[in-house]
């Protein structure tokens, strides 16, 4: 009968060998039970393409685990809490290729009646370590429930985008949103999708007494060459601001602001929205819905929230990493998109559930 020690030293040697063939393209997952920060140290430097995660939450969940386990979210204290999470994401800054992101999915908690701002101070905590920040999406889960009569409901969550280089992967063009209009024919001459020919910022600049000569022509010209873009289907819409007639969107200043600064120096910018679409917003708005969810786990995140991350910051058969994983909503969504796999959770129950459910993948289906 095999000791303690040996048994560890098994599932060590297995870990490392099923880790192995992920990155050696030998096969496309593996689930790994046991604590993420001792498994990812198994994984090689600069590894894994993209990592997308939900670590338990604070003193909200009981998760199913043994008793002896050392449980993330189950600190008495949340200073305790922000220490752990920091050390499992300096682990994953280190196995992350340089050109590799983070999404980081948390929900924030009351304590003694105070809201206690736990995704920031851990999101903080992060950014203090080395990583940066890209983006807070807020993900609006559309309803929630509300126990308490002196506030308002709890309806959304955040994830945070984060990179370990200024330089990193981003195929924008794989999550653009289509436009729903396009550009028409309207008395004889195209418009944009919104009904702009051009004929209003043309006199603009005719009349305009905040233009040099010079830049009139200037801008003149710049407006042909967005119009025949129009007309030649590589752009459906566009506004045009010019010197004295509009204002920059954000700021005057041009210490802060690039658009004021060429408002100052060539008198006028475009805004443009191309033909392949748009970038989403940063509020997503998605239902938790998931049918793990109902049969097996209470934190699933559903498939819907996976997609953007995945497409957008790791590329066809690049390594997805969730270092807690659950019923492995991250790692079967990465089959789906041609991506490989690699789930890490505590819980021997669940990991067994994220096995019988990759069953499930046969082909593609995003």
Not at 98 to 125: F, I, Q, T
Not at 264 to 285: C, Q, V
Request: hydrophobic fraction near 35%; proline fraction near 4%.
């Amino acid at each position: 009968m095999k000791t303690a020690i040996e048994y560890q030293y098994d599932k060590k040697e297995m870990a490392e060998f099923e880790i192995e063939q992920i990155i050696s393209n030998k096969r496309d997952f593996t689930f790994l039970c046991g604590d993420s920060l001792e498994i990812l140290k198994l994984i090689p430097d600069e590894s894994v393409n993209c990592v997308v995660t939900s670590p338990p939450y604070w003193n909200l969940r009981e998760y199913d685990v043994s008793e002896n386990s050392n449980v993330i979210g189950n600190e008495p204290d949340y200073k305790d809490y922000v220490k752990n999470i920091t050390a499992i994401f300096d682990e994953i800054k280190r196995i992350l290729t340089r050109d590799g992101s983070l999404w980081l999915n948390l929900g924030d908690k009351y304590y003694n009646k105070e809201l206690l701002g736990m995704p920031w101070r851990v999101a903080l905590s992060l950014m203090d370590n080395g990583w940066i920040l890209r983006n807070d999406v807020i993900w609006d889960q559309m309803k929630g429930t509300q126990s308490s009569k002196d506030r308002l409901r709890d309806v959304y969550e955040h994830i945070f985008h984060f990179v370990k280089s200024k330089k990193y992967y981003y195929a924008h063009d794989e999550i653009r949103i289509a436009p729903i209009k396009q550009p028409k024919v309207y008395n004889g001459e195209i418009v944009s999708a919104t009904g702009v020919s051009g004929k209003k910022y043309r006199k603009q600049i005719e009349e305009s007494q905040f233009l040099s000569e010079e830049e009139k022509k200037a801008a003149s010209q710049a407006l042909d060459e967005i119009l025949q873009e129009i007309s030649e289907g590589k752009l459906v819409d566009f506004r045009m601001t010019i010197r004295g007639e509009q204002r920059a969107f954000h700021s005057d200043n041009t210490n802060i602001s690039g658009r004021a600064k060429e408002l100052e120096t060539k008198g006028f910018y475009f805004i443009k929205m191309g033909a392949n679409g748009h970038l989403p917003s940063d509020i997503w708005r998605i239902a938790p819905e998931d049918t793990w969810r109902k049969d097996a786990h209470y934190a699933v995140f559903p498939e819907e929230l996976l997609l953007n991350p995945i497409k957008a910051t790791c590329h066809e058969n690049g390594i997805v990493l969730d270092p807690f994983s659950g019923t492995g909503s991250t790692v079967v969504t990465a089959l789906k998109l041609n991506r490989r796999g690699i789930g890490i959770d505590l819980s021997e129950y669940y990991t067994d559930l994220a096995k019988k459910r990759i069953k499930q993948v046969c082909k593609p289906l995003f």
